[in-house]
């Protein structure tokens, strides 16, 4: 079984910058078919998808994030970052990390989330 372990989690104040980090436990992200993403969760929301990238270094952003959070990754370490610049309140959200099927976009494993809390 996949393992994913997220971490870089916090607190900050809005306009701060947050780093978050995915390692797998296995070489999950360098599958051809395979793409790593993050999602995030806010209380009474569903469940957004923020971010993904190939093992190519391909990447898509949402809307609300776009020009504001970079995903990168590491094949080497099997780890996956998202940078977080410029954060606002409505950030605040429970971060998860996902290892999901790049062209049905179903997600085969999840991390078990970080929370990042953005004050005003």
């Known amino acids: 079984q996949v393992q994913l372990l997220e971490s870089g989690g916090g607190s900050v104040q809005a306009g701060g910058s947050l780093t978050l980090s995915c390692t797998a436990s296995?070489?999950?992200?360098?599958?051809?078919?395979?793409?790593a993403g993050w999602y995030r969760q806010a209380p009474g929301k569903q469940r957004e998808l923020l971010a993904t990238i190939t093992r190519g270094g391909g990447t898509n952003y949402a809307d609300t994030v776009e020009g504001r959070f970079t995903i990168s990754g590491d094949n080497a370490r099997n780890t996956v970052y998202l940078q977080m610049n410029s954060l606002k309140p409505e950030d605040t959200a429970v971060y998860y990390c996902?290892?999901?099927?790049?062209?049905?976009?179903?997600?085969?494993?999840w991390g078990q989330g970080t929370q990042v809390t953005v004050s005003s």
């Open positions: 296995e070489s999950i992200f360098t599958s051809i078919v395979m793409a």
């Open positions: 996902a290892a999901l099927n790049r062209f049905t976009s179903n997600v085969q494993h």
